[in-house]
């Protein structure tokens, strides 16, 4: 993993990459409802959705690239340049098993982590803004909202993640993630639609 530094205009294009998908589905969203885009659009809702990405984003690259530094076995060091070029040409077997502990310990942990996350975040903002925020209040929506999201994301994401562990490298699997997020909103559109 590189520098810390140097991951900032990664995580920027992340970020912005997912903001885009935000506005363009809501863009689908208006035009599916036959209504003006700019009446349709609430700000409230994107800055908590940025808010929270400027969270998840990194936190999420940073625990895939934990993962994968746990897990992959350590590059040999390279020896000679030739040795180099040789190895890069064979294509390297994908490592079943490592594939599904990184998936499992990603559905069950983190998953769960961040899916709590979410929740008690949203909470907190849409009752800051009612002035109905207590401890207590934001509790509650976690223990409601907590198994529905939980279980409703199970059915699609394993395998999306089961691709994204298995053929991709760190920073490439957050920008298919990205990309697969996209598609997963349009759909969800599309359906409720
Ligand atoms: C909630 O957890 C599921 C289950 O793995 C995951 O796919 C989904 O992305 C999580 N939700 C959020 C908002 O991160
Ligand atoms: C891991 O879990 C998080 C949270 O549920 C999810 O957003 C992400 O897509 C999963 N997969 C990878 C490869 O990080």
Known sequence: MSSSKSM????????????????????????????????TFDIPAFTDFILFNLFKV????????VLDDLMDEKKAPKKEKGDDLEASR???????????????????FYSMFINASVIAFMSFRRRTREGTVSFE???GDLERGFWPLYKDALKLWPFVNLVAFALFDTLPRMRFLTAANLFWSVYLILMVT
Not at 58 to 65: K, R
Not at 95 to 106: A, D, E, S
Request: proline fraction near 6%; hydrophobic fraction near 50%.
């Open 90 to 108: 064979v294509q390297k077997p994908i490592k079943w098993k490592i594939v599904l502990y990184k998936l499992l310990l990603n559905q069950t």
């Open 137 to 139: 209040a934001v509790y």
């Open 8 to 39: 900032i205009p990664f995580l920027a294009e992340l970020l912005t990459a997912t903001a885009a998908s935000y506005v363009l589905s809501q863009v689908l969203k208006s035009y599916m409802n036959e209504k003006p885009f700019l009446e």
């Open 58 to 65: 990194p936190v999420s690259t940073a625990w895939n690239a």
